[in-house]
Antibody
């Protein structure tokens, strides 16, 4: 059974940093691209960024709203994807979901972790 | 960047058919995926590649895509179908993964 479990969320002050983790199980993690999607309170879904599998270079792409501030990485030996968030803003407050990518879709989602940016 | 437009809400009586639309410029040339999100839960993929259903999704869920509109159809609606539904496409623009704004399905 595919499982994605996010961790690392919490309350953080504006301008500070936070790192989220996504621990995967039930599939060969290294074979898949992984993505982060967020949802602000009471709002819709917003794609944040993704990381390709090593077979496709392990490169990353980001939404314009987070580019230059957020970094996605992966450790295939531990089946973990990371989202490093720097220079956080109040508008980054959201539930952050880890997702598995297949072609152009997100076929599995984690339960999400809440990040609150507030002073 | 590419924009997907969904109605904010759709209401339907139990046992009837609900249709949720997703509008986009020439969306018929793209593959559309649909997600269901119940309150307090993560989204779940219910339709992919316009009309395919993942295993475990009831046959009551179907999809179509043509021209400038994609449609998610839920037949014989049940109370348990009440949720937010999001369409999603991939577009070769600045933010390639694009979601619609979501539609809240209310079962009367």
């Amino acid at each position: 059974e595919v499982q994605l479990v996010e961790s690392g969320g919490g309350l953080v002050q504006p301008g500070r940093s936070l790192r989220l983790s996504c621990t995967a199980s039930g599939f060969t993690f290294g074979d898949y691209a992984m993505s982060w999607v967020r949802q602000a309170p009471g709002k819709g879904l917003e794609w944040v960024g993704f990381i390709r599998s090593k077979a496709y270079g392990g490169t990353t792409e980001y939404a314009a709203s987070v580019k230059g501030r957020f970094t996605i990485s992966r450790d295939d030996s531990k089946s973990i994807a990371y989202l490093q968030m720097n220079s956080l803003k109040t508008e980054d407050t959201a539930v952050y979901y880890c997702t598995r990518i297949v072609a152009t879709m997100f076929d599995y989602w984690g339960q999400g972790t809440l990040v609150t940016v507030s002073s | 960047s590419y924009v997907l437009t969904q109605p904010p809400s759709v209401s339907v009586a139990p046992g009837k058919t609900a249709r949720i639309t997703c509008g986009g410029n020439n969306i018929g040339s793209k593959s559309v995926h649909w997600y269901q999100q119940k309150p307090g839960q993560a989204p779940v993929l219910v339709i992919y590649y316009d009309s395919d259903r993942p295993s475990g999704i009831p046959e009551r869920f179907s999809g179509s895509n043509s021209g400038n509109t994609a449609t998610l159809t839920i037949s014989r609606v049940e109370a348990g179908d009440e949720a937010d539904y999001y369409c999603q496409v991939w577009d070769s623009s600045s933010d390639p993964w694009v979601f619609g704004g979501g539609t809240k399905l209310t079962v009367l």
